[in-house]
């Protein structure tokens, strides 16, 4: 039975709250900085917390009942902007000087997932985690979370922003976003996924450029579409590579109506639990520093004054998880997710396709599956862009002499379990050697024929898919400006992002 404060100051939110284990309950008292123009300065916003946070501290301390002391103070040590966080923690140093109990360091963005996975009661979920700069999915393996994809650029809260601030709006764009999407159509916009990794710049630009053309409101739809649906692909392929059944959802842009139906939507189909907190637990909050200092509190994870300097650049999984028992990882009934079908028949389910093993054809069948949870366009666009540069893949990949497995285009309705549309799926038969006897033309379809298979040929597809790799990147053209950018050129070092 602890009573915990907690402080944030990681970037707008002067926050302080105080947890309380007996009741439960949390209560939060933020005083939010509102640049005048522009984005976040991080000077502004640190003399904000300068003004602000003794006030809120002094709020939430009211909140202590009668007869009962403070245990701990808890803070944001990182990540986040460096003049805020240094105010913050030179508060949180005083205060738990004063009070003359313990300091407990936390980092935000496992408070955003924390939080959640205490309101929902959930064991192992896995989190999507969508703030202003940082956009990643967590999942617990071992003793740490583990980062299992991520922006390579700005974060999913950033590039809204940015691209409201093109339009004059004022920050924070979110919601201004949300609110004119309701009336918007469809137009086009890049859809970047690599992995499971995630790319917002080409985007943003792409819809800033788009308002030239466009109502503002189909394009606020759009970028809501596209960027959702991105986060929710990779939200998926996490799930489905833990086999994980539980998802929560933290950070300011998770206020979003649209993206937390679209991921329910994408948990239901696959048989998993979705929770999304309450707004006040999304945004920045020192609500969910309080309830992770209690549990770090009570596994011993404190820190000596000395050693308290704060952290711009903590990456969640650099910080060792004390407060709960480490995930074995081992088991593979939890590395894989596993569904029965209606005959009786169970099968290993991915994110996006569904490969069958088919021994008595000789072929591997591969389905790209319609997904409900996304725009028509958006779902259509992407299986037919895929399932062609795939062929395109394997063409290439069989001139160059690599064993490859022959595509076909089987007839629309083959691909039974596909919930709707026709998208022609990739079937695999078996690999051949350029020159063989019975040989493909290259870069042409063929139908399959009786070619002893599977699972050799399965494993012979595995291998094809990481050879293409190299095959396609030495023959892929010199990108020119208005192409995408690429990985390399829109990287940022690791773990500069603030929330
Ligand atoms: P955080 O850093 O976690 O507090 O998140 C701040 C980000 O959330 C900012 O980029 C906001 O624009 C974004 N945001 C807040 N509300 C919404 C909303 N309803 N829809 C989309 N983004 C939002
Ligand atoms: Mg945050």
Same mark, same amino acid.
């Given at each position: ?81 460096? %003049? @805020?966080? &240094? ?15 313990? +300091? ?10 924390? *939080?959640?996975?205490?309101?929902? $009661? ?17 999942? +617990? ?40 999407? !309701? ?36 394009? @606020? ?15 998926? /392929? ?28 994408? @948990? ?25 200092? =209690? ?16 952290? %711009? ?13 480490? $995930? ?13 079908? %209606?005959?009786?028949? &169970? ?7 569904? *490969? ?22 958006? $779902? =259509? ?11 395109? +893949?394997?063409?290439?990949? /069989? ?11 089987? =007839? ?5 379990? #596909?919930?709707?549309? @026709? ?9 051949? !050697? ?32 990481? #050879? ?6 030495? /023959? ?7 192409? /995408? ?6 990287? &940022? ?5 603030? %929330?």
């Amino acid at each position: 039975m602890t009573l915990v404060v907690g402080i944030e100051g990681t970037a707008w939110a002067a926050s302080a709250a105080l947890y309380d284990t007996r009741e439960e309950s949390v209560t939060v008292e933020t005083d939010a900085y509102q640049p005048a123009t522009g984005g976040i300065d991080p000077s502004e916003a640190a003399e904000h917390m300068r003004e602000a946070l003794p006030t809120v501290i002094e709020r939430a301390l009211s909140a202590v009942p009668d007869g009962r002391e403070v245990d701990a103070v808890a803070f944001s040590r990182g990540p986040g902007l460096g %003049p @805020c966080l &240094r105010l913050a923690g030179t508060t949180a140093r005083a205060l738990s000087g004063t009070l003359s109990v313990p +300091l407990v360091g936390v980092n935000h963005m496992l408070a955003h997932a924390e *939080v959640g996975r205490w309101a929902a $009661d959930f064991e192992a979920p896995v989190c999507l985690n969508t703030s202003g700069a940082n956009t990643h999915v967590l999942a +617990l393996r071992g003793d740490r979370y583990r980062m299992l994809g991520e922006t390579t650029d700005v974060g999913v809260g950033n590039a809204i922003d940015k691209f409201t601030r093109h339009l004059g709006w004022s920050h924070p764009g979110g919601p201004k976003v949300e609110r004119r999407a !309701r009336d918007g159509a469809y137009v086009e916009l890049p859809y970047t996924v690599t992995g499971m990794d995630l790319s917002f710049s080409g985007l943003m630009s792409a819809a800033k450029a788009a308002t030239d053309d466009h109502p503002v409101e189909d394009v @606020c739809f759009s970028l809501q579409e596209t960027a959702f649906a991105m986060l929710a692909e990779v939200t998926e /392929r996490a799930l489905s590579l833990t086999g994980a059944d539980e998802l929560v959802l933290g950070g300011g842009v998770a206020q979003n109506r649209r993206l937390q139906a679209m991921l329910g939507e994408m @948990c239901e189909a696959r048989g998993a639990a979705f929770h999304a907190p309450e707004d006040r637990f999304l945004r920045d909050n020192a609500g969910m520093i309080a309830v992770l200092g =209690a549990r770090m509190l009570a596994a011993g994870d404190t820190v000596a004054v000395e050693e308290s300097r704060v952290r %711009p650049d903590y990456r969640p999984d650099r910080a060792a998880v004390t407060w709960r028992d480490a $995930d074995p990882g081992q088991s593979h009934e939890r590395g894989v997710t596993t569904v029965d079908e %209606p005959g009786g028949e &169970r099968r290993v389910r991915g994110a996006e396709a569904v *490969v069958d093993l088919d021994p008595d054809a000789s072929r591997v069948h591969k389905r790209r599956v319609s997904k409900d949870y996304r725009h028509e366009r958006v $779902d =259509a666009r992407l299986r037919r862009d895929r399932t062609v540069l795939e062929a395109r +893949l394997t063409a290439a990949a /069989r001139r160059e002499g690599v064993p490859t497995p022959v595509v076909h285009e089987p =007839a629309c309705g083959r691909s039974a379990s #596909s919930s709707r549309g @026709c998208t022609p799926p990739v079937s695999s038969t078996a690999t051949r !050697r350029r020159g063989t006897s019975g040989s493909t033309p290259s870069g042409r379809t063929s139908s399959t024929s009786g070619w002893a298979t599977t699972p050799t040929t399965w494993r012979t597809t595995r291998w094809i898919y990481t #050879s293409w790799k190299a095959v396609w990147s030495a /023959r892929r053209p010199t990108p020119t400006r208005s192409s /995408r950018p690429s990985r390399a050129a829109t990287a &940022r070092p690791a773990g500069r992002r603030r %929330p």
